[in-house]
Nanobody, 125 residues
């Protein structure tokens, strides 16, 4: 299995940018689809984006499309989430997740087997 550690500087003003990291250890990182989810206070955890093993196929939630960019480096066993034009409503705990499959971009939480510990992102207005 794979272990995930997500990290990134978490406080920014509206309109700013942040980059989150998802460092993986364990089995071959390229065997896994990586997803990012977030949970805002008093809200359910929601899908943000996912990226297939090669990095050539991605999916985004409508709320972040055009502002967030997901990528990965299989050599460095790391996934990235670049968040631009941040809004206060993007404030949440962000989690990276992994599922051992090379095809498909699942958007449901239950489809993922491994999770990072979460990192707080706060966007001030």
């Amino acid at each position: 299995h794979v272990q995930l550690v997500d990290s990134g500087v978490g406080l920014v003003q509206a309109g700013g940018s942040l980059r989150l990291f998802c460092a993986a250890s364990g089995r071959a990182f390229s065997d896994y689809t990586i997803g990012w989810f977030r949970q805002a206070p008093a809200k359910e955890c929601e899908f943000v984006t996912a990226i297939m093993w090669s990095g050539s196929n991605t999916a985004y939630a409508d709320s972040v499309k055009g502002r967030f960019t997901v990528s990965r480096n299989n050599t460095e066993n790391t996934g990235y989430l670049l968040m631009d034009s941040l809004k206060p409503e993007d404030t949440a705990v962000y989690y990276c997740a992994a599922v051992r499959q090379r095809l498909g971009l699942p958007t449901e939480l239950y489809r993922y087997d491994y999770w990072g510990q979460g990192t707080q992102v706060t966007v001030s207005s």
